[in-house]
């Protein structure tokens, strides 16, 4: 009886199979930064799949100050020619700016970084670290406050 037992156990675990669910984080963090005067937010959120990176989304919220109100478009055309050469050649960046008002700018950073070759994380300017406790220590260093 008690093999009868064991053999039916053995063969629903070959039936429903073993596979753990994989474990899946988020690393958000963020950082003040200042440009010619004008004030910005750097907000990093990595989504990690069994400790490696899968994507990132990278937002720059750009607080323009009152004297700039009528040259948003200007630094715009700025921001998407900056990171169309930046991000040139690799499919697995995609970026969008974003006018949210008068004197707000998003630009909204893609990055599908587990589908990206080596060439492409280096040539972006990605180290290769891509687990979580080394991500948060790295950004923590480069004074991103994270959570």
Request: charged share 30%; net charge negative; with cysteine.
């Amino acid at each position: 009886m008690k093999k009868y037992i064991l053999m039916c156990l053995i063969c629903l675990l070959i039936v429903t199979g073993c596979n753990k669910e994989p474990e899946i984080k988020t690393l958000t963090c963020s950082k003040d930064l200042d440009s010619a005067g004008i004030p910005m937010v750097e907000k990093t959120n990595i989504k990690f799949i069994d400790d490696k990176i899968d994507t990132m989304v990278i937002t720059i919220v750009v607080n323009l100050p009152e004297m700039y109100k009528d040259h948003v478009e200007t630094f715009m055309d700025e921001f998407n020619t900056r990171y169309a050469e930046l991000y040139k050649g690799n499919e697995h960046i995609n970026f969008e700016v974003i006018k949210k008002s008068d004197l707000e700018i998003n630009v909204v950073i893609n990055i599908d970084y587990v589908n990206m070759t080596a060439e492409e994380k280096t040539s972006s300017g990605f180290s290769g670290l891509e687990d979580y406790a080394t991500n948060k220590t790295q950004l923590e260093k480069d004074g991103h406050i994270c959570q």
